[in-house]
């Protein structure tokens, strides 16, 4: 089962912004051909997916964070990021990454947006 380790989250005031990190566990070759995903779970709810990059750069996000958030991957470092913007409290809750469909988790990184 593959490894993620997220890193990156913390409080943070509405408007704010914070940059997610992940590092996969996987040979080089793997993570360069698959896509990559962040996902989101809020408190009491399921995990949701938030942003999606392929192996060839293309990126498609859940509406509701589509001009505040971005994706991208660094294929040498096998490295994902979520670069957040303009956050929101209905942003709060624990970030994960993970290989798009794998269902391998990490211990995701926790994020609260709250003055």
């Known amino acids: 089962q593959v490894q993620f380790v997220e890193s990156g989250g913390g409080l943070v005031q509405p408007g704010g912004s914070l940059r997610l990190s992940c590092t996969a566990a996987?040979?080089?070759?793997?993570?360069?051909?698959?896509?990559m995903a962040w996902y989101r779970q809020a408190p009491g709810k399921q995990r949701d997916l938030v942003a999606t990059?392929?192996?060839?750069?293309?990126?498609n996000y859940v509406d509701s964070v589509k001009g505040r958030f971005a994706i991208s991957r660094d294929n040498a470092q096998k490295s994902v990021y979520l670069h957040m913007n303009s956050l929101k409290p209905d942003d709060t809750g624990v970030y994960y990454c993970?290989?798009?469909?794998?269902?391998?988790w990490g211990q995701g990184t926790q994020v609260a947006v709250s003055s």
């Open positions: 993970s290989i798009y469909g794998s269902g391998s």
């Open positions: 996987v040979s080089a070759s793997i993570f360069r051909r698959n896509t």
């Open positions: 990059i392929s192996s060839g750069d293309y990126t």
